[in-house]
């Protein structure tokens, strides 16, 4: 493992200088030949002078050349996706493009930018007939730009990094595919500190007399010699006292779901099959009259109540957090007069399509705050979860995100614009949070809730068509601030096996649900008895 060290004070480059010095500093360290400071990739977001034109081949003789593709929807992004609406990738792919051209000596970079399968192909077909480029560096900027396969699919020397917290979901999927086909021209980097990913890149080396398996080899070994091991930190509490399998299905027998707005049947079936959950369908017009029927004064008494507890507010209206208060106390009416104890909602299609009178995270943390559960983007198969583990370990809540790896602190990083305040329970210390609008398109009322550091955690996800379990154990210790992505982010060490991390995202999708606690053997007994298969991810 390298070490790393700052330039700045030891409280990192934020406290110690300020950000254009910082990337000048980076660069300067780049000419004399390596990156020594850690360096996030929003280090390169602020302007420096004459950046790389978009399509420069950069004066190096007799260097490898190397297509840096920027795999991004826009410039400027005009889609509310990871990392945010409006977010400006045109610093970052210059200032990228002169740090990695700085600091690999012996390959030319020559950017460029994919926005789908077509424009992938077309930069292939331009490559092959100049007839110079060596292999590729793809760098996901966004999410579901799905352009990889294209370049993948030349059989030169390829490797997949991730802009964490901006293109990671689709990297995700897209690289667990790819080490699945064990293709021999492929190697991958998922981290947040930019050093990673300049060594990675000097892999590209080798192709100068070596093959592609010298290069897959080289970027290989780099990224596992620079995943650190296990700090040996002792969490806070030990294995959980759960219920067995079968009181666990006991305990949830019975329990009625609401589907905000459908499920298909046959996923209704399986779930009563194998849980004995009820899955039932709701319209948006239900959700809505219920919201219409809600006493601005009754709402204005939970606004009250956030702005007495929140650690802060921002760029949020009152009118705003009045709308949310509203969807809490519809919600949870829908709740009582269905006989159910959790919701999920088409949260994102029903606010863009004007369905939904107002995003509902703030309800959901509220609902969890009292015992009952909702979770976002009309996800049953986390709504399960969340609902079975709950039982299984006599209620503690779970924590639904979109998880992001980062190799440099062999860490997922678990995203999400909604939390629980009480992972630990109902009865539990509500953690501190605030209230900032949903990240992606800076619009409503979403949270940010701080998650109690140095526990045991363990994050679950169902698949019940392929009747799998993924269970992966590790310890929080830290939430990040970062303005890209979504608002609340738990950082959890992975425990055992980090390359296992990789592997399954294009089987179980994107989301996972985190609980603080360590029942990893409670849940594999759990699988044993329904006959699912265990995936195990760290």
């Avoid at 950082?491 to 649900?513: C, I, M, P, Q, S």
């Amino acid at each position: 493992m390298s070490k790393r060290h700052t330039m700045c004070q030891s409280t990192g480059f934020r406290a110690g200088c300020a950000r254009r010095d910082f990337i000048h500093s980076l660069f300067a360290a780049a000419a004399m030949g390596g990156l020594a400071a850690r360096a996030d990739f929003k280090d390169f977001l602020a302007a420096i002078p004459s950046p790389t034109p978009a399509g420069a081949i950069p004066d190096k003789a007799g260097a490898v050349k190397v297509r840096l593709v920027f795999a991004a929807f826009d410039e400027v992004q005009k889609r509310k996706t990871w990392p945010y609406i409006g977010f400006d990738f045109r610093p970052v792919m210059k200032n990228v493009t002169d740090a990695l051209n700085a600091a690999v000596k012996g390959v030319a970079f020559v950017p460029g930018m994919a926005s789908d399968v077509a424009s992938a192909k077309k930069i292939v077909a331009e490559d092959n007939a100049a007839g110079d480029i060596k292999g590729y560096l793809v760098i996901q900027l966004n999410n579901w730009v799905r352009c990889i396969s294209p370049i993948a699919r030349t059989f030169k020397p390829l490797l997949f990094c991730s802009f964490p917290y901006s293109g990671i979901g689709g990297w995700d999927v897209d690289n667990a595919t790819l080490i699945e086909r064990k293709w021999p021209n492929y190697a991958f980097m998922s981290s947040l500190d930019f050093n990673d990913t300049i060594g990675a890149a000097r892999a590209f080396e080798k192709l100068k007399d070596g093959t592609a398996e010298d290069f897959v080899k080289a970027a290989t070994d780099y990224r596992l010699s620079h995943t650190p091991p296990e700090s040996g930190i002792k969490p806070c509490e030990g294995p959980l006292d759960c219920l067995t399998p079968e009181e666990t299905l006991a305990a949830v027998k019975g329990e009625k779901i609401l589907s905000v707005e459908g499920t298909p049947a046959k996923v209704k079936e399986q779930i009563r099959k194998d849980f004995g959950i009820i899955v039932e369908d709701v319209k948006f017009a239900e959700l809505n009259a219920a919201w219409e029927k809600v006493p601005d004064a009754d709402a204005q008494l939970k606004v009250d109540e956030w702005k007495r507890t929140v650690r802060k507010i921002a760029g949020v209206t009152d009118a705003t957090l009045l709308g949310s208060a509203k969807m809490f106390i519809a919600m949870k009416q829908v709740l009582r007069d269905r006989g159910a104890v959790s919701i999920t909602i088409d949260c994102l299609g029903g606010c863009y399509k004007g369905k939904l009178q107002a995003y509902p995270c703030l309800g959901f943390m509220e609902l969890q705050d009292i015992g009952l559960f909702g979770t976002c983007e009309n996800d049953v198969r986390s709504n399960v979860a969340m609902v079975v583990f709950n039982a299984m370990t006599k209620g503690r809540m779970g924590y639904i995100s979109d998880p992001a790896l980062d190799s440099s602190r062999r860490a997922m990083l678990f995203a999400h614009c909604v939390s629980t305040r009480k992972m630990l329970g109902v009865g539990s210390e509500a953690s501190p949070f605030e209230i900032e609008t949903h990240c992606a398109d800076r619009e409503g009322a979403s949270v940010r809730a701080i998650a109690p550091r140095n526990y045991p955690v363990t994050s679950v996800q169902f698949h019940f068509d392929k009747r799998l379990l993924a269970v992966q154990t590790g310890r929080s210790f830290s939430n990040d601030p970062d303005d890209r992505g979504c608002r609340t982010k738990m950082v959890v060490e992975v425990t055992g096996d980090f390359e296992k991390a990789y592997l399954h995202w294009n089987k179980l999708g994107w989301h996972r649900v985190t609980f603080l606690g360590d029942f990893r053997k409670d849940a594999v007994a759990l699988a044993e008895k329904l006959g699912y298969k265990v995936v195990y991810e760290s």
